[in-house]
């Protein structure tokens, strides 16, 4: 059952409070985006070509890591264009439970660090976002002292984050695991990380994000070799520039922090959502039709211009900050690789296939970055499309057009990528499971029917109940298609 909203309202904003005696009410639902909402599902009624403007939120991502940063510096920090979603009102949670008031006036958080009265996040929010687990590191360089449960799995791979513990023994912490819990401190009486040389095995977004937060009040010098070079990992840099840490190389796969002994409050903005305007672009693509997103930054978008070029679209870019797509004779077949950046984002990867799934011809999709993630396929071909799974990879048959159907998204962007297939499918489909979809695109219906689509939110109670999914007959259905 879902928590209690504990929302305060006040004629200045939103004021987070968490009781600290109930953790059971440690819940995303405190902030203003609709509410984890498995009681809904959204119809749309595809073949409508779109056109006109798609403004683009903050990065949630960027977000959801300069929230955890602001638990760094001993005053109130200022940050904006913070997108509604339910994954920051979680991660509002967290800081809250840790002690710290966060308030919001529109897409503009106040977050007031003076104060951390606890070094253990709660289990029952860590569980729900992943990316609350990214806690450790900031806490750990404040406190000397962090206890954060493992974030376990989800629906798109294992996820450990071994990384993030290395790296933090290696900046002199001492971690144990307990019943669950990841407690660190670091001992000594002054609690003080020492900077380090840590080279990372692998390019982790969270590792680094992680490290390099530690690491900015650590004595000495740290340098994060192959370290993530995701704008999402700049943008955290910058942020942390901001308060006063001394970080260098940010975007390349070298990064070098010299810690400093405090860092001081700022007011920063954050980036546009690269991967929220790769999705309208998509939605674009697979509907021929011209419309603009931004604004954006077309460098972050880069692997994906490239690849909606090779599939036949016109993308231009116009002021350094919006895109625009417009069709071009046909959708051409495509083989895609996820990568880390600047390679093509595995968040993009359900997307670009559902465009390839209309595709002139055979296109192939390797996903590389997460070792589950290509549940979706089962439910395109729900929907008339001809995509056969091999290991990591998908080999996608281009068909003529795809039918409306009843679909589940199994995370946030296998959601987003069957509502657009959904734009460009015959007829109605209606998708299921919108707690993935808001915990990522903020006000999704309204900014596609302000282009033309034609996409409504409904009670599950008015949904046409015999063309509900269920998880048992999803496989069966998928086969009789073939
Ligand atoms: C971040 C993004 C997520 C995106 C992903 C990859 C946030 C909140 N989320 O997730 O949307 O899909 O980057 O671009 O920013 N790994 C390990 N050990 C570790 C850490 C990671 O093996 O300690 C593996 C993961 O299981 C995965 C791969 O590394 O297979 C990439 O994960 P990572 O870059 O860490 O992704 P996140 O930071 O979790």
């Known amino acids: 059952m879902e928590a209690t909203p504990i929302t305060t309202p006040t004629s200045s904003g939103t004021v987070y409070t968490v009781p600290a005696t109930d953790s059971s009410k440690h819940d995303s639902t405190q902030h203003s985006a609709a509410a984890s909402d498995t009681a809904s599902v959204i119809e749309i009624w595809g ?11 903050g990065a949630k991502n960027s977000a959801l890591v300069v929230l955890g940063g602001t638990l760094l510096c001993s005053e109130t920090c200022r940050i904006r ?4 979603l339910m994954d920051i009102g979680r991660m509002a949670s967290v800081l809250t439970a840790l002690g710290l008031k966060v308030s919001r006036n529109g897409s503009m958080l106040d977050i007031d660090a003076s104060h951390v009265s606890h070094s253990k996040a709660p289990y029952d929010i860590v569980s729900k976002l992943r990316a609350s687990f990214f806690v450790i590191g900031p ?11 493992l974030p376990g799995g989800c629906a798109i791979g294992a996820r450990p984050v071994e990384l993030h513990i290395r790296g933090l023994q290696a900046l002199g912490a001492h971690v144990h695991m307990d019943h669950g819990v990841v407690h660190a401190y670091v001992p000594g009486a002054r609690g003080k990380l020492k900077g380090a040389k840590i080279y990372l095995d692998y390019p982790s977004v969270g590792a680094t994000e992680t490290l390099m937060m530690a690491a900015t009040l650590a004595e000495g010098e740290t340098i994060l070799e192959n370290a993530a070079q995701e704008p999402e990992v700049i943008d955290l840099a910058n942020f942390c520039r901001a308060m006063g840490a001394k970080i260098r190389g940010a975007g390349t796969n070298t990064i070098t922090i010299m810690g400093v002994p405090s860092l001081h409050r700022t007011d920063y903005s954050i980036i546009p959502d690269r991967i929220e305007a790769g999705t309208y672009l998509v939605a674009g693509a697979l509907t021929r039709s011209e419309i603009t997103v931004g604004p954006v930054d ?23 900050s919006q895109i625009r797509i417009s069709p071009g004779e046909k959708i051409a077949p495509a083989d895609v690789q996820t990568l880390p950046y600047p390679g093509f984002p595995t968040d993009m990867q359900a997307q670009f296939m559902a465009l390839l799934t209309l595709a002139e011809g055979n296109s192939m999709v390797s996903e590389t970055v997460f070792e589950n993630r290509l549940q979706h396929v089962a439910e395109f071909n729900r929907m008339g499309a001809d995509i056969r799974v091999k290991g990591d990879c998908a080999i996608v048959r281009g068909v003529s ?12 962007r296998a959601s987003a990528a069957l ?9 109605k ?15 999704f219906e309204e900014k596609l ?5 034609r996409l409504r939110r409904i009670p599950l109670s008015e949904a046409d109940e015999a063309a509900q999914p269920t998880i048992t007959e999803e496989p069966a259905i998928a086969a009789a298609l073939k």
């Open 449 to 453: 029917t302000n282009v033309g689509a």
């Open 419 to 427: 509502a657009i297939a959904g734009l460009a499918a015959k007829g």
């Open 139 to 149: 806490l750990l360089a404040r406190l000397g002292v962090a206890r954060v449960p």
């Open 401 to 412: 057009h795809l039918s409306g159907a009843p679909v589940t998204g199994s995370d946030l």
């Open 47 to 57: 073949g409508q070509t779109l056109s006109g403007h798609i403004p683009i939120s």
């Open 81 to 84: 264009n913070i997108p509604d």
């Open 429 to 443: 489909t209606t998708l299921y499971g919108l707690h993935h979809l808001d915990r990522g695109y903020e006000k």
């Open 298 to 320: 077309p460098d972050h978008l880069s692997p994906l211009i490239a690849k909606l070029r090779e599939t036949g679209s016109k993308v231009e870019i116009e002021n350094r």
